[in-house]
Nanobody
C-alpha cells in the first residue's frame, strides 16, 4: 500500500502562481508513474501532469506551458502552477500508479478568482 498526502492548495487571483506538493509513504518502491489530476465541480477527473517511468512527462492540454511537474526526492513530487486562470479551479489529486494498484491522495482545493 502507498499513502499520498498533498499540500499547498489555496485561494489565489488570476495570473498568480501556486505550488502543490505530494509526499508518498508506505510501499513506494512499487510506484511506476506519479503526478497530478484534477476535478472541477460537475466535471470528470482529468489529467494535469504525469511523470512516466523512463523520464517522459505528459501534460493536459489546458495546462501546457503554464504548469510544471517535478520529482523533488525519491518520494515527493510537486506541481508548479503559473499564470493561473479561473478555469483552473478544482480539487487537485496527487496520483501514483504501481503495477497493480493506482493510488490517490485526499485532494487539495485550488481556487482561482478573476
Amino acid at each position: 500500500q502507498v499513502q499520498l498526502v498533498e499540500s499547498g492548495g489555496g485561494l489565489v487571483q488570476a495570473g498568480e502562481s501556486l505550488k502543490l506538493s505530494c509526499a508518498a509513504s508506505g510501499d513506494t518502491i512499487t510506484i511506476i508513474n506519479m503526478g497530478w489530476y484534477r476535478q472541477a465541480p460537475g466535471e470528470q477527473r482529468e489529467l494535469v501532469a504525469v511523470l512516466i517511468s523512463g523520464g517522459t512527462i505528459n501534460y493536459g492540454n489546458s495546462v501546457k506551458g503554464r504548469f510544471t511537474v517535478s520529482r523533488d526526492t525519491e518520494n515527493t513530487w510537486s506541481l508548479q502552477m503559473n499564470s493561473l486562470k479561473p478555469e483552473d479551479t478544482a480539487v487537485y489529486f496527487c496520483y501514483a500508479r504501481a503495477r497493480v494498484w493506482t493510488y490517490w491522495g485526499q485532494g487539495t482545493q485550488v481556487t482561482v478568482s478573476s
